[in-house]
């Protein structure tokens, strides 16, 4: 176990690794409580603390479920934990949330109230790009100011059409390593092995699959893919051609189109998460 005293070096060193996880900080505390403003913990997805110490078991199963929701949502929260007649005094129950402050009760003997912040963090979103056609370069060097982790899937050869670009390679088409998270997958192969990257990319979980080709040819794979038994919410999850309609025509253009969709995806996603949020706090209010 860490201590506090060295919580942040924790931090550090896992930021950028694919495990999220969120940092519960003490701000405030009223009368007698056994963890004093200022100290931390380090809280991963499954509740388990791995470094740190908010106090005992009394106010500490409140900080984690407030944990797990914020890994949950991406939203950051902050959390007091009072004595229940401190609560009704309020006109609050457990559970309960109020001008975004989340209320639980303290059970401890000490019946003092500590307020925790939940911080989360969350492993970058990752765009692989299967293929070295000139779409799958501009995509390489256009992904890096948008804040996605990178991962180039082609076979050794074609690697080195991407000279100075960041991010991890694979020289095959098997993404099964990946690591966990938020994923982009764009295939770019142009006709070099179009079947084998597509068939890799529809096999593994993603936020987003999406081809770079033609209707024809993509309706052709789908076909391919549906008599080789992909399962068909996969083929129907399957973006093609890839990106929004921009009337883009060059590389540069088409690999904007793309990363403007996925931009697209991924806030939606994050707006439905955030409204259903919202609507099961409101459903607590009294």
Known sequence: MVSSDNILDLVSSMKGGSRPFAMATVVRTV????????????????????????????????????????????????????PMDLLKDQ??????????????????????TMDVFVEPFLPQPRLVVCGASPVAVALARQASGLGLALTIAAPPAELATFPGTDGSRLDTYDLAALPAGERFIVVSTQGKGD?????????????????????????ALRAEMAEAGMPPARLEDLRAPAGLDLGAISPEEIALSILAEIIQVR????????????????RRLP
């Open 91 to 112: 006109g609050l129950r457990p559970g309960d949330e109020r001008s975004g402050i989340a209320f639980a009760k303290n059970m401890c003997p000490s019946q003092g």
């Open 195 to 219: 079947s084998a990257a597509l068939k890799a990319a529809l096999s593994v979980e993603a936020d987003y699959v999406a081809f770079v080709g033609s209707p024809k040819k993509a309706a």
């Open 267 to 282: 806030r939606r996603g994050q707006r439905r998460q955030l409204a259903r949020a919202d609507d099961s706090a409101s």
């Open 31 to 82: 009368a007698a409580t056994a963890a004093k403003p200022g100290a931390k913990a380090v809280i991963l997805a499954d509740g388990s603390i791995e470094g740190g110490w908010i106090g005992g078991g009394c106010a500490r199963a409140a900080v984690l479920k407030a944990a797990q929701a914020s890994l949950e949502d991406g939203r950051p929260r902050l959390v007091s934990i009072q």
